[in-house]
């Protein structure tokens, strides 16, 4: 007989068991999570929410389902979000995972739940659960800038299982390469005013407040503290740079490049891990984008990766002429108990929503 139980600090073991025998990408590491949720800046607003759920079968886990809580500012108006993360369930249990998703969708205490990582299979579940999809139609067509070409097209080659990719590598990173010249892919000098910092201080405050106040968006708060908490892990393990863009001493936008191995590929990607800037200024993304290829091709990755459904941030990406390609199935699903909040989510418009939401 399976029973389900919230999840609590002393089950970070148990955590790591459960999603390493099911495969989860990115596992995570119990000394580094429990300092995460001890560091969570949101701990007054969301007293009494779980950070997830554990699926116990005679008192021994064999399933998880994490449970993140997140502000978000929608027009002024402050919801309380549950981000659903890493739904992992042992084999010969999965019938009873069900039990999982529906203690999440029945939590108390928050206005907003959202899965924005959904597997293939959990895509199917939820699509035939008929949840809402987050209307953000070109999510799911990344958009990526080759740096290292050669490297580049044989990892392209061999995921297609092209016969003899590496040989062929050779000419066809060449032919990308002058294609990228002749198409200028990313090349460009950004303003002096786009530069590195090393950390989060109060000018992000500053900048929040503004980024808050411009056209009318669901966004997740994003001030110094919440900032530092979100890219702790990224921070300890040295992969992450802040590039901010700056004009007489004060902050108009910033761009966060998460460093990724990714051993499927054998890539090494620079995600733009976030990407805001005052009222979606479109010199100011364009800067911060060109400064963020440069920052990726000194670190010396193979390529840059950008993920983003809002129209404005997309145009200014698609004029520095990337690659883009289709993930094979949909990711991101929420779900609203206020009908009336549910009518005005219901539009790309609202949406700006990227990595920075996903974990």
Not at 9 to 33: C, F, H, K, S, T
Not at 142 to 168: E, G, K, N, S
Not at 172 to 182: D, H, K, Q
């Amino acid at each position: 007989m399976t029973r389900i139980r919230p999840i609590t600090l002393d089950d970070a073991e148990v955590l790591y068991a459960v999603r390493n025998r099911n495969g989860i990408v990115g596992n995570l590491d119990p000394v580094q999570w429990r300092n995460w949720c001890l560091n969570f800046p949101f701990r007054e607003e969301f007293e009494g929410v779980a950070l997830g759920w554990i699926l116990e079968n005679e008192g021994v886990a064999v399933g998880s389902l994490s449970n993140i809580p997140m502000l978000y500012d929608f027009k002024g108006q402050t919801l309380r979000a549950a981000i659903t993360q890493a739904w992992a369930v042992d084999p010969e249990h999965r019938s009873s995972s069900l039990k999982l998703m529906t203690a999440s969708y029945r939590q108390p205490g928050v206005d907003l739940w959202i899965d924005d990582s959904a597997s293939e299979s959990v895509s199917k579940i939820l699509t035939a659960l008929k949840v809402d999809r987050i209307p953000s139609p070109d999510y799911d067509v990344p958009m990526l800038w080759p740096l290292r070409h050669r490297t580049f097209a044989a990892a392209a080659l061999r995921r297609r299982a092209v016969p003899a990719a590496d040989a062929l590598a050779c000419l066809l990173g060449t032919g990308m390469r002058i294609a990228g010249w002749a198409r200028a892919s990313g090349r460009s000098c950004p303003s002096a005013q786009v530069h590195p910092v090393g950390r989060f201080d109060n000018r992000f405050d500053a900048l929040w407040e503004k980024i808050r106040t411009g056209p009318p968006r669901l966004r997740a708060v994003r001030t110094s503290a919440v900032l530092r908490w979100r890219f702790q892990k990224e921070f300890n393990n040295q992969s992450v740079t802040i590039l901010v863009c700056e004009h007489s001493g004060e902050l108009e936008g910033y761009a966060i490049l998460l460093h990724h191995f990714r051993a499927h590929t054998g890539l090494k990607v620079c995600d733009v891990g976030d990407l805001q800037a005052v009222n979606d200024n479109p010199e100011v993304l364009r800067d911060l984008l060109l400064g963020a290829l440069n920052v990726a091709r000194d670190e010396g990755a193979d390529a840059l990766k950008l993920l983003s459904g809002k129209a404005t941030k997309r145009s200014v990406a698609l004029s520095l002429h990337p690659y883009t390609y289709h993930h094979p199935f949909w990711q991101l699903f929420y779900k609203v108990r206020d009908v009336g909040l549910a009518t005005r989510l219901n539009s790309a418009d609202v949406w700006d929503f990227s990595h920075f939401d996903t974990f």
